[in-house]
T-cell receptor, first 109, second 117 residues
Framework: KQEVTQIPAALSVPEGENLVLNCSFT??????LQWFRQDPGKGLTSLLL?????REQTSGRLNASLDKSSGRSTLYIAASQPGDSATYLC????????FGAGTRLTVKP | GAVVSQHPSWVICKSGTSVKIECRSL??????MFWYRQFPKQSLMLMAT?????????EQGVEKDKFLINHASLTLSTLTVTSAHPEDSSFYIC?????????????FGPGTRLTVL
């Protein structure tokens, strides 16, 4: 059974800092990996989708990498802003999608 | 992009009543839909996988007689929480799969918040 782990569970940083969120998964036979953002009480917002054949994806200040063989992905956020405060979820897909527990990010002004 | 809707977005009901939640893929056909449950400050947990025209596959620990899933068409799946109790209060999120297309992506609905009094 696929297990997805996210480290750290919570992170608080001052505005402007660059930061890295980590995701690891136990079964490397995945189709893709996706990073989501979730604001309190809200649904999921897809940030980046990396197909299994890809190494990374970039969107604005976000960069996600995937090392499928080692079962790892990182989400890099550059020049963090208070508006980035949210929970970030990593999920891997094969026949279904399995989620990590998330990293709760707080960016302080 | 592909859009998945859920209805209602929130519902409050009395203990013992049944609640139906709809999940629709608006601009694509989804042979497979998934239902997730999220308790406060926890991650999404897969409850069941539903395939159009066949019985849903439930994850271990999820009561199939309590959480009835019907996937009657390629654009609609419903989750009925039968005889709801306060411990069923949660955020329910559905997703629809585009497997078989070039994107092979799951698209998520906005979620339904269920509160059982």
């Amino acid at each position: 059974k696929q297990e997805v782990t996210q480290i750290p569970a919570a992170l608080s940083v001052p505005e402007g800092e660059n930061l890295v969120l980590n995701c690891s998964f136990t079964d490397s036979a995945i189709y893709n990996l996706q990073w989501f953002r979730q604001d309190p009480g809200k649904g999921l917002t897809s940030l980046l989708l990396i197909q299994s054949s890809q190494r990374e994806q970039t969107s604005g200040r976000l960069n996600a990498s995937l090392d499928k063989s080692s079962g790892r992905s990182t989400l890099y956020i550059a020049a963090s802003q208070p508006g980035d405060s949210a929970t970030y979820l990593c999920a891997v897909k094969r026949n279904d999608m399995r989620f990590g527990a998330g990293t709760r990010l707080t960016v302080k002004p | 992009g592909a859009v998945v809707s859920q209805h209602p977005s929130w519902v409050i009901c009395k203990s013992g009543t049944s609640v139906k939640i709809e999940c629709r893929s608006l601009d694509f056909q989804a042979t497979t839909m998934f239902w997730y449950r999220q308790f406060p400050k926890q991650s999404l947990m897969l409850m069941a996988t539903s395939n159009e025209g066949s019985k849903a596959t439930y994850e271990q620990g999820v009561e199939k007689d309590k959480f009835l899933i019907n996937h009657a068409s390629l654009t609609l799946s419903t989750l009925t929480v039968t005889s709801a109790h306060p411990e069923d209060s949660s955020f329910y999120i559905c997703s629809a799969d585009t497997s078989g297309t070039s994107t092979d992506t799951q698209y998520f609905g906005p979620g339904t918040r269920l509160t059982v009094l």
